[in-house]
Nanobody, 123 residues
Framework: QVQLVESGGGLVQAGGSLRLSCAASGRTFITYAMGWFRQAPGKEREFVAAIIWSAGNTYYADSVKGRFTISRDNAKNTVYLQMNSLKPEDTAVYYC????????????????WGQGTQVTVSS
């Protein structure tokens, strides 16, 4: 079992920044990648970013590339999402997830999910 707890969400103005954290516990040695997804009201859950745990390779959705950065602290079993130049379109519940499978952009490939943290960007 792997448990995930997200934190760091909140309300910011457009152009501002937030850093989300996701702390993992349990059998974290099975992790191949950790990812961030988001879901806005009335929309499907979409891929945001992912990182391969061992090698550090990163992947981003086109909509956030150049603005968001995913990173991890191996010692703390924690993954971060630094979000800069936030736009109202970024408003969503952000979820952290863990997978041991290589298709890191596909939500169906993730076995464990956190409870989500709300990010609201005002104009």
């Amino acid at each position: 079992q792997v448990q995930l707890v997200e934190s760091g969400g909140g309300l910011v103005q457009a152009g501002g920044s937030l850093r989300l954290s996701c702390a993992a516990s349990g059998r974290t040695f099975i992790t191949y990648a950790m990812g961030w997804f988001r879901q806005a009201p009335g929309k499907e859950r979409e891929f945001v970013a992912a990182i391969i745990w061992s090698a550090g390779n990163t992947y981003y959705a086109d909509s956030v590339k150049g603005r968001f950065t995913i990173s991890r602290d191996n010692a703390k079993n924690t993954v971060y999402l630094q979000m800069n130049s936030l736009k109202p379109e970024d408003t969503a519940v952000y979820y952290c997830a863990v997978t041991w499978r290589p298709r890191v952009k596909e939500p169906d490939e993730y076995a464990y999910w956190g409870q989500g943290t709300q990010v609201t960007v005002s104009s």
